[in-house]
C-alpha cells in the first residue's frame, strides 16, 4: 500500500453531505495539523433512499475522481450507507487506506444493561447484510431493534443551514424505535447515520436521560491516527470543502464549515 511521503497530503473525508463533519471534529481533537479536504456528494443526497448498484457507482466513481486529482495519504468514507455497501470496493480500488463508518453496534453491546439496543440509521443502511453481520458477531445475545429515519438526514442538514430543528420529526424518530415490540427497554441506540450525531442533544430530549447513544466518531479518529502515526503533516494552504453541486450562496453553511477549519467550497 502507498505510503505518503509529502507532508501536504491530505485525508480526504467523504460523505453524501454534511454528517461527517461529525467524524471531522474527532479528527480534529487528535490530529489538529492534518489537512483535511471535506467531500460532500451533495449532488447525490440522500444516499438512504436509493439503491445498493447506485451508491456504489456514485462513491467509487468520485473517490477514484477526487484521490487522482488530490492525492490524498488516506481516504475516509464518514458516511455509514456508502460503507456498509461500497467499502471494500472502494478498497479495492484505491492504493491507500480506507477507512470506513460502520454502525457501532459492538461498542452498544458493551453499554446496554437492559439487553436491548435501538439502531438508527437510513434505510440502506438497516438492510445490509454488513449490519446483520455485525449483530451476528457482537449482539447476538441481546436484542437489537433497527428503524430508518430519512428525515433526520434532512433535518441535520437543514440545521447545518441555519434552519430550526422541527421538534416533532425528532420525537417521532424515536418513536419508532419505541413502539416497537420490547421497544421500552431500549437504553444504548446506536446512531448509525453520521448526520444523526449533529442531532444528538434534541435526540437526547426525545429519548429521555436514561438512554445512552453511540457512534462510531471517536474510534474512527483513533483508526485514521494509528494509520498515519509517525506520518509528516504540514499545510501548504487552508483546509476546504469540496461539493459536487454548487451551494455558495449559502453563508450560514460556510460558516458552519468554517468553524469546522473548511475555509473555503469548491465544486467537485
Ligand atoms: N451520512 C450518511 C450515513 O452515515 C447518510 C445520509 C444520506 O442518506 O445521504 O449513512
Not at 489537512?35 to 436509493?50: E, F, R
Not at 502515526?229 to 483546509?239: K, N, T, V, Y
Request: hydrophobic fraction near 45%; charged fraction near 20%.
Amino acid at each position: 500500500m502507498a505510503v505518503s511521503s509529502d507532508p501536504s497530503s491530505p485525508i480526504l473525508l467523504f460523505d453524501s453531505g454534511v454528517g461527517g463533519l461529525s467524524v471531522l471534529a474527532e479528527i480534529r481533537k487528535l490530529l489538529p495539523d492534518a489537512p483535511v479536504i471535506y467531500a460532500a456528494d451533495n449532488a447525490g443526497l440522500p444516499y438512504g433512499t436509493k439503491s445498493e448498484a447506485q451508491i456504489a457507482a456514485r462513491v467509487s466513481g468520485l473517490l477514484g475522481r477526487m484521490t487522482e486529482r488530490f492525492a490524498p495519504r488516506l481516504v475516509c468514507i464518514a458516511c455509514n450507507t456508502a460503507s456498509t455497501i461500497a467499502l471494500g470496493m472502494v478498497r479495492d480500488v484505491l492504493e491507500i487506506p480506507v477507512v470506513g463508518t460502520v454502525p457501532a453496534i459492538k461498542p452498544a453491546a458493551t453499554f446496554t444493561r437492559t439487553g436491548t439496543i435501538g439502531l438508527l440509521g437510513t434505510e440502506a443502511t438497516i438492510r445490509q447484510a454488513y449490519v446483520d453481520r455485525l449483530e451476528r458477531e457482537f449482539a447476538s445475545d441481546k436484542h437489537l431493534l433497527r428503524a430508518a429515519a430519512p428525515e433526520l438526514v434532512e433535518a441535520a442538514e437543514s440545521l447545518l443551514r441555519g434552519n430550526p430543528v422541527n421538534r416533532a420529526i425528532i420525537a417521532d424518530a424515536a418513536q419508532k424505535l419505541r413502539g416497537m415490540p420490547g421497544g421500552e427497554k431500549i437504553d444504548t441506540v446506536v446512531l448509525a447515520c453520521t448526520h444523526f450525531p449533529l442531532l444528538e442533544n434534541e435526540l437526547g430530549e426525545a429519548f429521555g436521560a436514561d438512554v445512552r447513544f453511540v457512534h462510531g466518531a471517536q474510534g474512527i479518529a483513533r483508526r485514521i491516527a494509528s494509520l498515519t502515526s509517525g506520518q509528516m503533516f504540514e499545510r501548504a494552504g487552508p483546509d476546504f470543502a469540496l461539493f459536487t453541486r454548487d451551494e455558495a450562496s449559502c453563508g450560514t453553511l460556510a460558516s458552519a464549515l468554517a468553524r469546522n477549519g473548511l475555509m473555503r467550497m469548491d465544486v467537485f
